[in-house]
T-cell receptor
Framework: GNSVTQMEGPVTLSEEAFLTINCTYT??????LFWYVQYPGEGLQLLLKATKADDKGSNKGFEATYRKETTSFHLEKGSVQVSDSAVYFC????????FGKGTTLSVSS | NAGVMQNPRHLVRRRGQEARLRCSPMKGHSHVYWYRQLPEEGLKFMVY????????ESGMPKERFSAEFPKEGPSILRIQQVVRGDSAAYFC????????????FGEGSRLTVL
């Protein structure tokens, strides 16, 4: 079946540290892949996406590359800010979006 | 262009009562999705609807839960005879097409069952 596995959190970093949140998927074919972010008390917002193998999605300093060889879509940012503290969800698209369990990121100054 | 609107934002029900959650998709969107978020479990897909049609309800519990998206008006997620385990945040999302595009989420409705 289709599924998404994310690294478990919480991830705690100091401001300006490098961030990696691992995401791997299981799916038939090559689905579109997404990262969504959820700030406290809010709904989910699209952070970035990639629709085919080797595509790189990027937004607000975050990047992720669609790797079909490793079925991965790891999220990275070179220098995190306190305002990046949120829950991050990796997802693949079938009829609907199938999400991972989410990874909580906490950034301190 | 208004985003996805959900109401109520917070709903408190006693065990055995009914809960109705409403979702108005973004203008021009004809596809609606409902998700449930429980602590430590992430978001679980429940149902996908188009106007007047249920396309995929594979994530809906077999009993007490139903959803509709009428020709006019918002989509409704209905939970009958609520139990404490139904306490969760319920998110609605919409999209203009049903293939590979992103989904646009509302801010959620938080249901608390006493």
């Amino acid at each position: 079946g289709n599924s998404v596995t994310q690294m478990e959190g919480p991830v705690t970093l100091s401001e300006e540290a490098f961030l990696t949140i691992n995401c791997t998927y299981t799916a038939t074919g090559y689905p579109s892949l997404f990262w969504y972010v959820q700030y406290p008390g809010e709904g989910l917002q699209l952070l970035l996406k990639a629709t085919k193998a080797d595509d790189k999605g990027s937004n607000k300093g975050f990047e992720a590359t669609y790797r079909k060889e490793t079925t991965s879509f790891h999220l990275e940012k070179g220098s995190v800010q306190v305002s990046d503290s949120a829950v991050y969800f990796c997802a693949l698209r079938r009829t609907a979006l199938i999400f991972g369990k989410g990874t909580t990121l906490s950034v301190s100054s | 262009n208004a985003g996805v609107m959900q109401n109520p934002r917070h709903l408190v029900r006693r065990r055995g009562q009914e809960a109705r959650l409403r979702c108005s998709p973004m203008k021009g969107h004809s596809h609606v999705y409902w998700y449930r978020q429980l602590p430590e479990e992430g978001l679980k897909f429940m149902v996908y609807l188009q106007k007047e049609n249920i396309i995929d309800e594979s994530g809906m519990p077999k009993e007490r839960f139903s959803a509709e998206f009428p020709k006019e008006g918002p989509s409704i997620l209905r939970i009958q005879q609520v139990v404490r385990g139904d306490s969760a945040a319920y998110f609605c999302a919409s999209s203009p097409t049903d293939n590979t595009g992103e989904l646009f989420f509302g801010e959620g409705s938080r249901l608390t069952v006493l």
